[in-house]
């Protein structure tokens, strides 16, 4: 079966700086977060993979087709840009219908109430974008993206400047748009966006591809990097001095409340330290992991690709 949307090697060069080195992913139906910093490249990598920039090493297609070349790829393909670009005096509907237009949709009247009502702004299609808040705008854009009907949804930061009320609901109509077959990738550089809104994330640092997966698959990926666990106890001195030099423990650290544990094994640890408190007189209270989330593996891909980790 054909990706819909594939990178193959693909680099790009800004002068002497690599915006993307050497990247491959393959997109399906479906949500995928282009998670990265920023000035990690994910703008770079929207504008090759919608045909605005070209790589200058490996190839690009959707649906099999160069984008650069094929209007049907081209055709394919939805873009919601991080900048504004609404035009003002025009209502909704008028936008989104003067869009259809210019995709050659036939119908655009009738398509641009469709894609108005997928994004829930059917009963403001009449109001001028220019009174419309953040959140409303930003489903313009993304009706705007929709009303030509693309297999390929494409969007630049889609949650940036929007309110908590505004992100929900543009998560959750993501969600929908993922689960009704379109293949749908975002970029975020927040961890807290992509975990709960895609299937898959692709991580990148630097213009180079880290990591891809589940949220869940990273995490398991990354069974070599050292665990974080606080443990609430008493005796905290002594019971850093008996986890000190034990196998598997990186590093010891006594708190206010216990003992913060740096560890790459974590079942070893759990074995160990009821065997410690009894040995110690301490009382154990709690013991927590600090990092049992995409936060930190993101982070600790970030440091390990920019060579501050070895």
């Not at 993304?142 to 543009?170: M, S, W």
């Not at 993922?178 to 550089?189: C, D, K, P, V």
């Not at 990092?291 to 930190?296: F, I, P, V």
Request: aromatic share 2%; proline share 5%.
């Amino acid at each position: 079966m054909t990706p819909l949307l594939e990178f193959d090697r693909v680099s790009k060069w800004f002068r002497d700086t690599v915006a993307v080195g050497d990247v491959s992913f393959a997109i399906e139906p479906g949500v995928t977060g282009l998670l990265g910093h920023n000035g990690a490249g994910k703008s770079t990598a929207i504008r090759l993979a919608t045909g605005l920039a070209g790589p200058d090493e490996g190839s690009i297609r959707v649906l099999g087709l160069d984008p650069r070349r094929s209007g049907t790829a081209r055709a394919a393909i939805g873009l919601v840009p991080d900048g504004d670009g609404l035009w003002p005096g025009l209502t909704a509907l008028g936008l989104v219908v003067s869009c259809a237009r210019l995709r050659g949709v036939s119908a655009p009247q009738e398509a641009a109430r469709r894609a108005l009502k997928t994004v829930d702004l059917l009963d403001v299609a009449d109001r001028d974008v220019k009174g419309f808040s953040q959140g409303m705008r930003q489903r313009v854009k993304i009706a705007q993206a929709l009303v030509h009907d693309p297999q390929v949804l494409i969007l630049d930061e889609p949650l940036n400047g929007l309110d908590p009320q505004q992100r929900e609901t543009t998560i959750a109509l993501l969600r929908d748009l993922g689960n009704q077959g379109i293949a749908t990738l975002f970029s975020s550089h927040v961890l807290s966006e992509v975990e709960r809104v895609a299937d898959r994330v692709l991580v990148l640092v630097n213009g180079r591809l880290v990591a891809e997966g589940s949220p869940q698959g990273l995490r398991e990926l990354m069974d070599e990097r050292p665990r974080r666990i606080q443990v609430v106890t008493t005796n905290a001195r002594a019971m850093a001095a008996g986890l000190a030099g034990l196998p598997g423990v990186v590093s010891v650290e006594v708190t206010d409340d216990g003992v913060l544990i740096e560890t790459r094994d974590a079942t070893s640890l759990a074995r160990t330290l009821p065997e410690l408190a009894v040995a110690t007189n301490a009382q154990l209270r709690s013991v927590e992991p600090t990092d049992e989330n995409l936060e930190s593996v993101y982070g600790y891909l970030t440091e390990r690709a920019r060579g501050t980790r070895r």
